[in-house]
């Protein structure tokens, strides 16, 4: 990706996490503008990164080589129709919003666009972010090639046929550190109620978290549930929280949960 100037339109937590992988596997910050409404935001970008900011979204897409769209949905047409006026032929537009159909932004800009979507999470900021990736047939290898390179500077990516496919990715990946953090929470304030110390519940927690995701990748020989019986002992402490959760059907919550994360981006796909 030499030389291509890199446009953010929006400077929400997923741009910074996306900039903060870019910046951090040393991709010139001079090469990065972010744009948002409000200056505080644009601000700590620009102080933390060294990037280059403006409330100018018309200037900023002028001068990019690839402009990535991080707006809210329901904020995205009325961004777009106000770039109607930048000719995209030669630029690679690259947006990360869920729920909505990539041949939708051809009505917003009011033109022929090459566009990829994107479905980063959080974790692109510290490097070990997933992203999945989707481009209609008429993306070149190179454009491809540019979004990989942008994109796997934050962690792993993967692409998915058919653009109906990210649907799955945002509830696999894209939502789901937020599940992890709920149950981590759940364990912290668990262990804090039978007079755990917060900071050494909190200490505890994560490093399991850490330390199971971590044997998870590294052993691809195993399947979960092999590690999974390799720290359970027929009768033991283990067993008996794992028959808690299974009397509670974990399993079952956790489909209904990313059955509705699902079924949510397909709501939102018909909004949009």
Avoid: H
Avoid at 21 to 47: C, R
Wanted: net charge negative.
């Amino acid at each position: 990706m030499d030389q291509q100037k890199i446009c953010f339109i929006g400077a929400g937590n997923m741009t910074r996490s996306i900039i903060s992988g870019l910046v951090n596997s040393g991709y010139p910050a001079q090469l990065i503008q972010a744009t948002n409404p409000s200056q505080g935001k644009l601000d700590a970008l620009k102080d933390d990164f060294g990037i280059l900011v403006s409330q100018d979204n018309l200037a900023a897409a002028q001068a990019a080589d690839v402009i990535v769209l991080s707006v809210k949905p329901q904020l995205m047409q009325q961004v777009c129709e106000a770039l109607q006026t930048v000719e995209l032929s030669n630029k690679l537009v690259i947006t990360i919003a869920a729920g909505i159909k990539a041949k939708r932004y051809t009505d917003y800009l009011a033109q022929d666009i090459k566009l990829i979507r994107a479905m980063p999470n959080t974790p692109m900021q510290i490097s070990v972010g997933m992203t999945g990736l989707y481009a209609p047939q008429s993306i070149t290898t190179e454009q491809k090639a540019i979004c990989d390179r942008l994109m796997s500077s934050g962690g792993e990516i993967v692409w998915v046929n058919e653009e109906s496919d990210l649907d799955q990715v945002i509830a696999l990946s894209g939502s789901s550190p937020a599940y992890f953090f709920l149950l981590m929470e759940s364990m912290i304030d668990a262990g804090k109620e039978m007079g755990m110390d917060e900071t050494k519940a909190r200490s505890l927690v994560q490093q399991a978290a850490l330390g199971a995701a971590m044997m998870a990748k590294q052993n691809p020989q195993l399947t979960l549930g092999n590690l999974r019986e390799n720290v359970t002992s027929k009768g033991g402490t283990t067993a008996q929280a794992l028959a808690t959760f299974e009397a509670a059907d974990m399993r079952g919550l956790v489909k209904k949960a990313m059955e509705n994360c699902i079924n949510r981006a397909e709501e939102m796909a018909k909004t949009f």
